[in-house]
Every structure is written in structure tokens, then in C-alpha cells.
């Protein structure tokens, strides 16, 4: 419980040490302090309330889980900003301080229980990514981004807020049980009540990159430093998701049948266009955004799963955001200007560690077992299997496509031509991609420890 | 359990040697494999289930994580073990074997082979069915003929869509079934949903159909086994194909019975197509591995036909024809890559006269070219006589359909060896066989007359894994172990 405590004054700490202009005291600071959380995070009491006389922030078990997951994921993003940081050291400390707030944030946004606690997580962990994705100050690409994501994002936002005033209007409390107990009793026919689900909805649609709201996706990709890219791939959009599902779920629940086809829609059409869209990328990283989209657009079919929704989204995410992280981290390995797919040419073939990454990280992203990503898809397809066959069998098919695409990456990857290559790598980087693998690899044990 | 991680782990120590060691390693390592296997058969009671791994718990998602095999499995993994000893030995004086990496994979492959054979779980085996996909993408990939990637992409998409299938299928009968043991799933109650059955069980056919692969279904094929090199084309034909054939006699019959009815004609009919098809465009091939990659769909027809009456002398037959199929695979695919290794080249018009200047493997290649025609005294020849007759009892016109495969398999082997062996003298220079083409040779053509007059070998243990399988259908046998 002490978790968001530990990361927030971690935060300030590493904003201090940073002054001192030794990177690799700040990346210790910060780690140990992403450690420390995490195992408080680890033992905590369940549903145990942050605040005696407040219970807005709780963690049940599975709001432990994605928790944990979050957590361990920003120590792989801060470890991969050492390498990128290393060079500039007075930025060091801006980046580890905001990726810090930034978490602090993410674990409001995980372990909320009223609309008041969702809305200040949202924003903690907003209003630090829009700085740290432009802050290559220099890079004409990364003050493209930021600004674009800037006020798309908060123009989302609004729209949150303006959802939430209207749910508060027509419910009359911001507490989720509240909020869930009147929607169960029948005002779920109130206009007030469906608009402001429905601009929630919107919203959330943008934060986590679903289409219609994706078009921010490529660019901020494109502009942001790998290590960035990495935290907004994998925590940022657990988070985002957690949220949308847990709101979706738990506390609208009773407005499923009205939702589910535009989500349907959302997903049916995320997976088409990412997929597609990505095939046509020379850049690895508008790549890796399209199929971020589509994979978000797998992700939203925990939305129309009551029972194991969460469950099965944290399945997938981990399969998800470890092979993302490894892949990005590949690309950081390899990128030279550019981030041009041909630089990936023979990498795997030359260095085994990379071959061996790259091979189980992009087998998972399409789905093949027994690696995390497979079970991820399974779980998520199987609860939609009995309503929503029509979808599933189209989801199939779009993961066919998904197939293709990481293929064709493990291909160019793998040629022979690449024997010899010489790769730079640093021990850090090894170390996250042996962490991002053994994820991709056990990640769905968790399911039979349960 | 050893059977399945002896192979991993001297797969994984494969790619660590240095490359002069590489070559005997792989050799001893997959002797040492099959002396394993032996081991089992040596200590195997046909009447019983052997059971590998057998967790009482059921784990999450309906997994059980049960492995072992019966007779049939037993026999393909002896299959598997005994073809991958020969692929490598055949591999022997070429540069591929002193690779790490091709060593390595190859037993790679064989830990997911045996996996497959011996899973008693739906996701594990469907698991291992994807798993055996990774390490012969990779050979054909690395291995084969750079330029053509094209028929690559459509080997590895065409089969991840029919395991899409699959495993669709696999959902779907979660709904019918508490959980994914293999004996749950036998007995998986339809309720006399014979059209839901059929649906389960057609997206299983649709793996299968893929891989086996049958008519409408075989497009990748050719390509693939042109641009592969010899041993992948070995290991696709003699052992990938297998696990389709496998697949329908242990998995996709048993577990959709009910459905059979709506799918029993429909792939008999495809079958006997194929059967025909097949041989007629084999006929009309210059390149002596398309030309026998063609005769794989015609030979495999018939086998797939063969199963779907799902009667006891049909299975057995069966069994004996794939055992058949993987020893003239491998035959005939070895011819094709001497005859490749030593003129560049595969295609007919080319060649002819080699008799003359390499008479001993002149003689070998018509040793090889009667076994696949099924001659009397070979396992071809029970396997397909029996399959034959059994098909005619069914229908008099698909019959006749499998009989033609007979004098159309003579056609064009006949054909294959009189160009490329007598005829004009093309070819002055033909290095003749080496030690070890003499062995593999030699040990193919002793397994195909040795089962073609005892086929009985076989046949016992299959029978009771058959009987077996029927009764646990019906549910007079409630086997909870």
C-alpha cells in the first residue's frame, strides 16, 4: 500500500540526485526504489484502504496483479533510459523523476474505486508523458509529437471529465459501487447517464489507441526515445486498459448489451487496420504503433468478458508489453539515424541473444504456443466464443495477417547475409531482454498458480 | 519423459559445439534417442496406456498436462526417431551436417515430434503441433533456396491457418467437454449435435487437410519441397505430413464420432480426387522432387481415405502405409538429392544414361523406385491392398477411384527412373554412392520388405490402441486415471 508513496518520494529523490549529474546514482536510486515498491506492492493487505477516512484508493487481488505488472514494467523502461541517457546527463534526472510521477499515476488509475481517484490517476499519469515525449528538445520529430499528443490528449480528457459530470449527474455519486447500484436499478434508460458512458467511452478509446481515436499513435511513437516508447507500449496502455475494462465491467456492467457493438466495432476494425496499416510501414516504429493498435483491438474483447475480463487482460498484457519491450529494445540495439526496418537485416542471425529474442518475442505476438502471448489471445477469444463467434472467426483472421507481419520481421532478422555483423550491446540491454524473454516465456504460469 | 527432453536438451547443446563435432554428435545423440524409445518398446504392453506424465490436479484453462502414449503412439514415435537417425545419416557427406544450427534444429524438431505423439492433452498437443512449425520454418528458411521466400510465407501461413482452425476448435469444444485431458475429450458429449460435432471436427480436418495434405489444400506443397533443401523435404514428407495422419486417427475421429457422417464422404471423395489428380500431374513433372511431391498427394489420398472409414483393417492399413510413406520419403527424396548433389540438377530432360557411369546407384534407385510401387514383398503392397479393398466395400466407385493409384504409381515412377537412368547417355560424370547412402539404402529397403512380410509387427499394436479408443468412445471403459 505504500507503493505509491515509495515511487512518489523515489521520484523527488532521483530529482535531487540528479543534480549531482551521475547517472548511475540516479538509475540505483530510482531502481531501488521501483524495488521497494514493488515488494510492498507485493505484501500488501488486501482491499487493505489507503487513507483511514477515504477508500477512493484500494487494491483487490487482481488490482495487486496489474499493479505488480506495471511496476516491473517501468523498471525495464527506466533501465533501457540509462542506456539512452547516458549521453545527456542533465536530462537524466528529468526523466527518471517524470517516468516516476508517471507511475504514480498508473497505480491510481489501477487501484481506483471512485470516478474522483480514476480522474487524478489519469491525469498524474498523463501530464509527465507529454513532457518526456518531447523532451529530445533538439528533434524537430519529438516537439511534433508532443505537442499533437498534448492536445489530443487533453482534448480527451475533457471529454472524460465532461462524461464523468454527466454520470455524476445522472447517478448522483462518483463512487463506483454507488454509480454500479444505480445503474443496476434501472436508470440505465436515462439519455444523461448513456451520453456520459458513451464520451467515457470515446475517451478511453483515445488513451488506450483504439480506432477511431488512434491517430496519434504513429506519430508520438516516431517522436519519442525508445525508452519512452517502451513505458507508453506497455504501462501506459495497461493501465489505460485496466481502467476501461474495470469501469466497463464492474461498474457498467448492466449497459453491456448497449456497448458491446461499438466495441465490437472498435475491435473488429482496430485489428483490420493495425494489422494492415503495419504491413505498409518501413519504419519500425510506426510499425510497432499500427500493431500496438491491433493489439489493443485483441485487449478490448476483455471489455465483453464479465467473468475472467481482467484476468484474461492482464494474461495478454504481459505477453504483450514483454515482447514489446524486448523488440523495442532491439531496435535501440540496431538503430543507427534511422529507424529503417533494413537495419534490422541478419541481426538475429549474427548475435544469438537477438535471434533467440526476437524469434520467441515475435512468435508470441502472433500467437504461437506456448509462449505468454498465445494464452493471452486464447483466454480473451475463448469467453467471446460463445456470444460473439462472428467476431472471434474475424479476429482469427486478423491475427493471420498479425502472423505475416512479425514474420516477415523474423525473416529480414534472421538472414544469413547477417553473419559477422558486428552488434553493440550493452550489459543493461541484455539484461532487459533476458527479463523481457523469460516474461514472454512464463508470463502464463501466473495462471496456474492461481 | 526422457523421450521428449533427451532430444531438447542435445538440441540445445547442438548449437554450442564447434562444428567438427557437430557432425557425429548429431548422429550418436539421435541413436541415443532411439535406443531410448527402443527401450520403451522393449518394456510396452500393448493392452495398456503408458502414462509419461499424469497430474491429478486440473490445471486452469482445462489444461491437465497428461503425456503417454498407446501402441500408435508408440509406433510413430518410433517412426520419428528411427527417420531422424536415417536423415541424419543421410545428411552425413554433406556441408549441411556440420552445421550447429541445422543439428540443432533437426532435434529440436524431433523434441516436438515426440511431444505431439505422446500429449494426451488438447492444448498440449496442439502446442507441440505449432512447435514443430519453428524449427523447420527455419531450416527450409536457412537452409534452402534463399531467392524464393514466397513459398515460404505460403508454407508457414497456410499451415498457422489451418492450426488458426484448429484451435478454434479447441474453443469450441471446451464447451463440451470439462476439460482438455485427451480421455474427457474422447467421451465429449454432443448431446446428438451431430452438426456441431461436425463443425469441431471439420476445423480439425481443416489442419489436417492442410498439412496432409489433400486436394483442394496441397498448393504449397510443390514449391515448398523444390526450394527446401533434402533434408527438410525428408523431415516434411516422412515426418510432418505424419502428424496430420496421426492427428485423424487419434484426435479428430474420436473426438467428433458423431460428426463423421456429414465428414466421411466428403473426404473420401477429395481423397480419391487427390489419389487421381496427384498421379496424373506427376506424369506430366520434369523435376524429379516435384514429380514426387505429387506422388505424396496421390499415395496420401488414398491413406486419408483409408481413415475416414475408421474400420479396423482400414486403420491398420493405414498404419502400415505411413510407415510405408516415410521409408519411400525418404527414399526417393535421398535419390533426388544424390542425383541434385552431383549434376546441379533435378530436371529430366538432363538426365539420362546415369545406369551406365553409376550402376550401383543405378540399382539402388530401382530398388527404391519398386518399393514405391508396391511391389509384392513390401510394406506398400499389404498397406495399399488392404486400403483397396477396404474402400471398395465402402463404394465400388471410390474402389476403383484407389485402385488406379496402382498403375498410375508405376506410370510415373517407371517413367521418373527410365529418363533419368537409361535413355540417352546426358550425363559422363557420376560420382557413385558413398558409405553412408549405402546404409540408409540398405536399412530402408530391410524395414520396407521386413514389414511387408510381417506386417504383423505393427498391426498388434495398433490393434489394441484401436479397441481401445472404440470402447472409451462408447463409454464402456471409464478411465479416470
Sequence with gaps: MDAVIIIFITGLIGLFVGMLKKSELTLAVTSIGLIGAFISMFYINESQSFFSSYAGLTFSRTQQMFALLAIGLTLLSVLLGYVFYKEEEEHTADYYGLILFSLTGTLCLIGFSNMFMFFLGLEILSIPIYVLVGIQKGNSLASEASVKYFFTGSFATAIMLFGIALIYGSTGSFELNEIRMAVDMGMSHSPMLIIGVLMMMAAFMFKVGAVPFHFWGPDVYQGSSNAVMAYMASVVKLAALFAFVHLFNFTFNALTPFVSGLVLFAIIVSLFLGYLSALKQTSFRRMMAYSSIANTGFALFAVLNQQFGEASLWIFMIGYASSTVALITINMIVEKETDELTNWKGIGYSNPLIGITLVISLLSMSGIPPFTGFFGKYLLLSSAFANYLPFVILAIIASLIGAYLYLRLMVLALAREGEGQKIKMTPIQAVVLIISVVGTIGGWLVLMIK | ?481
Excluded at chain 2, 562444428?19 to 504392453?45: C, Q, T
Excluded at chain 2, 557411369?357 to 488392404?386: K, Y
Aim: glycine share 8%; with cysteine; hydrophobic share 55%.
Design chain 2, 1 to 481: 519423459m526422457e523421450l521428449i527432453f533427451l532430444p531438447l536438451i542435445f538440441g540445445i547443446i547442438a548449437f554450442f559445439l564447434p562444428s567438427k563435432w557437430v557432425r557425429p554428435y548429431g548422429l550418436i545423440a539421435s541413436i541415443v534417442v532411439l535406443l531410448f524409445s527402443i527401450d520403451h518398446l522393449i518394456k510396452f504392453d500393448p493392452e495398456n496406456y503408458v502414462l509419461m506424465l499424469n497430474p491429478a490436479e486440473v490445471f486452469p484453462l482445462g489444461l491437465t498436462f497428461k503425456m503417454g502414449y498407446d501402441g500408435l503412439a508408440l509406433v510413430m514415435v518410433l517412426l520419428t526417431n528411427a527417420v531422424i537417425s536415417i536423415i541424419l545419416l543421410a545428411n552425413w557427406n554433406r556441408a549441411i551436417s556440420s552445421n550447429a544450427r541445422f543439428t540443432g534444429l533437426v532435434l529440436l524438431m524431433q523434441c516436438a515430434l515426440i511431444g505431439l505423439f505422446t500429449s494426451l492433452d488438447g492444448i498440449l498437443f496442439y502446442t507441440f503441433w505449432e512447435l514443430t512449425l519453428i524449427p523447420i520454418f527455419l531450416i527450409l528458411y536457412w537452409f534452402g533456396k534463399q531467392e524464393n521466400n514466397r513459398a515460404l510465407f505460403k508454407f508457414f501461413l497456410y499451415t498457422l491457418l489451418g492450426s488458426l482452425m484448429m484451435l478454434l476448435s479447441f474453443i469450441g469444444l471446451a464447451y463440451f467437454s470439462p476439460n482438455f485431458s485427451y480421455f474427457q475429450l474422447v467421451q465429449a458429449n454432443f448431446d446428438g449435435k451431430s452438426v456441431e460435432a461436425a463443425l469441431i471436427m471439420g476445423g480439425i480436418l481443416f489442419a489436417f487437410a492442410v498439412k496432409i495434405p489433400l486436394f483442394p489444400f496441397h498448393t504449397w506443397q510443390a514449391p515448398t519441397y523444390t526450394n527446401a533443401p533434402m533434408a527438410g523435404t525428408m523431415l516434411l514428407s516422412a515426418l510432418m505430413l505424419k502428424m496430420a495422419l496421426f492427428g485423424m486417427i487419434k484426435w479428430m475421429i474420436p473426438i467428433g464420432f458423431e460428426g463423421l457422417v456429414y465428414l466421411k464422404w466428403p473426404v473420401i471423395t477429395l481423397g480419391g480426387i487427390g489419389i487421381v489428380y496427384g498421379a496424373i500431374i506427376a506424369m506430366k513433372q520434369k523435376d524429379l522432387k516435384t514429380l514426387f511431391a505429387y506422388a505424396s498427394i496421390s499415395h496420401l489420398g488414398l491413406i486419408a481415405a483409408g481413415i475416414m472409414l475408421f474400420t479396423f483393417s482400414a486403420i491398420e492399413a493405414s498404419m502400415v502405409q505411413i510407415i510405408n510413406h516415410s521409408i519411400v520419403a525418404v527414399a526417393l527424396f535421398l535419390c533426388a538429392g544424390i542425383i541434385e548433389d552431383r549434376l546441379q540438377t533435378r530436371n529430366i530432360d538432363y538426365l539420362g544414361g546415369i545406369a551406365k557411369v553409376a550402376p550401383r546407384f543405378g540399382f539402388w534407385f530401382a530398388v527404391m523406385t519398386f518399393i514405391s510401387v508396391s511391389v509384392p514383398f513390401t510394406a506398400g503392397f499389404i498397406g495399399e491392398f488392404i486400403l483397396i479393398k477396404e474402400l471398395f466395400t465402402a463404394h465400388w466407385v471410390i474402389g476403383i477411384t484407389a485402385a488406379s493409384t496402382l498403375v498410375f504409381g508405376a506410370v510415373y515412377m517407371l517413367r521418373a527412373y527410365q529418363a533419368s537412368m537409361f535413355g540417352p547417355t546426358n550425363v559422363t560424370v557420376f560420382a557413385d554412392l558413398t558409405w553412408n547412402e549405402y546404409a540408409v539404402f540398405g536399412i530402408l529397403t530391410l524395414a520396407a520388405v521386413g514389414f511387408g512380410l510381417y506386417p504383423q509387427l505393427i498391426i498388434d499394436f495398433i490393434k489394441p490402441s484401436i479397441k481401445f479408443t472404440q470402447e472409451l468412445m462408447a463409454g464402456d471403459l471409464t478411465f479416470t486415471k
